[in-house]
């Protein structure tokens, strides 16, 4: 008997787990406030159990967990995705990164209908002293001092593209600093301009004037969820209410929403249950139910089996092009050190030397060296 209501207890939960909509976020106040939305969404639905889970901001290993089955949902601007992830250019859509996807059992929908772009921002009286309204303007004034956050420093779509437009000036004081020293020194007047997303909270904090990018410094992408296939197979009556948030979010809806959650004055779930509850009901009609069996490449088990063995053929085929392209570089490269060693000893002391401390470097930081030279992940930096 113990043994059977064990059994059953272990079924029950399985059940449950796998019904469940498990929702990624990270610690950011946006990323929080985004993840409400979907889960007091689904919950709508009356179907399943929606649970938030992994707080990271690593995009890499949000994607590693989706692919794992711990979480379903995760919201991120569809340029980084396709810069960091899928390794595409143009055309940038939801169609080409979903082709990327689909062998991963990953999809992006839904935009949400703003945009994630950088932009730059002054208090309300250095804008009013300088007369400050453009990006142009700002970088003109030769004083400014500014102080951009790591992520900002390295991505390619932010300090590296207002760079190259050739008008920022090399002479400018750029402190780099973590968001909360970024606000400490703001409110210390310790630094002038910062570095902000348009739906930042800190925006309204500390009333900050958001410069017009007059000269297309900063790209602009949607923000969209990427999920994986399965979940409009397995939660039928949920997807369709998620897919029902397109274009449910402007800028300025999602910086009160923001602003408001960090003001500490109302909790997160009442502030996303009062948008919510204002919001119209979306309609439960067939063009929903439609879109679902559009976005999920295998409508029939017998198709999902077939995606399947693609998908494990397809990264069979990968692994081992890596295996023994890295196996040919490494013979390539080997047997002349080798035979140069042997010859001339002198020269083998040196080879020797390299190799080992080649060998003492720990893999994740060669990994990581590799990744940087490449700008992105996939076969390159991996051979």
Not at 12 to 33: F, P, Q, Y
Not at 46 to 58: C, K, N
Not at 222 to 234: E, I, K, P, S, W
Request: hydrophobic fraction near 45%; proline fraction near 5%; charged fraction near 20%.
């Amino acid at each position: 008997m113990r043994w059977s209501a064990a059994l059953l207890l272990l079924f029950s939960i399985s059940i449950r787990a796998e019904d469940s909509l498990k929702v990624g976020s990270h610690l950011s106040t946006e990323s929080n406030v985004l993840s409400e939305i979907i889960l007091q969404t689904a919950a709508k639905a009356g179907e399943g159990v929606a649970t938030r889970g992994l707080a990271s901001g690593d995009l890499f290993d949000s994607v590693l967990a989706l692919i794992e089955g711990k979480i379903d949902v995760y919201p991120v601007g569809i340029d980084r995705l396709a810069r960091e992830i899928v390794v595409i250019e143009q055309p940038l859509n939801l169609d080409s990164v979903n082709k990327k996807l689909a062998s991963q059992g990953l999809g992006v929908a839904v935009p949400l209908g703003f945009k994630r772009t950088y932009s730059l921002a002054v208090p309300e009286e250095i804008a009013r002293e300088l007369k400050l309204k453009t990006v142009s303007d700002l970088i003109s004034k030769p004083r400014i001092r500014y102080g951009f956050t790591p992520g900002f420093m390295a991505d390619r779509g932010g300090f590296t593209r207002l760079t190259k437009q050739g008008s920022f000036p090399r002479t400018a004081t750029v402190k780099e600093l973590n968001h909360q020293d970024q606000q400490t020194a703001m409110k210390a007047k310790k630094i002038d301009a910062i570095d902000v997303f348009a739906t930042d909270p800190v925006i309204r904090k500390y009333r900050l004037i958001l410069l017009e990018d007059d000269q297309n410094y900063f790209a602009s992408h949607d923000v969209v969820f990427l999920h994986r296939l399965d979940v409009a197979q397995r939660l039928p009556n949920v997807w369709p209410r998620i897919l029902s948030l397109e274009n449910s979010l402007s800028e300025n809806t999602l910086l009160d929403l923001n602003a408001r959650a960090e003001s500490g004055n109302a909790k997160l779930a009442d502030v996303v249950a009062q948008w919510i509850k204002n919001r119209p009901e979306p309609v439960q009609s067939a063009p929903p139910a439609a879109r679902v069996r559009e976005q999920t490449p295998a409508a029939t088990s017998a198709q999902s089996e077939e995606s399947l063995a693609d998908a494990l053929l397809r990264m069979t085929e990968r692994h081992l092009i890596l295996v023994f392209a890295g196996l040919l570089f490494s013979i390539a490269i080997g047997i002349p050190l080798g035979i140069w060693a042997n010859a001339w000893p002198k020269l083998g002391k040196i080879i020797t030397v390299g190799t080992k401390l080649i060998g003492i470097a720990p893999f994740l930081a060669l990994l990581v060296f590799c990744v940087v030279v490449a700008q992105g992940f996939g076969p390159f930096p991996a051979i």
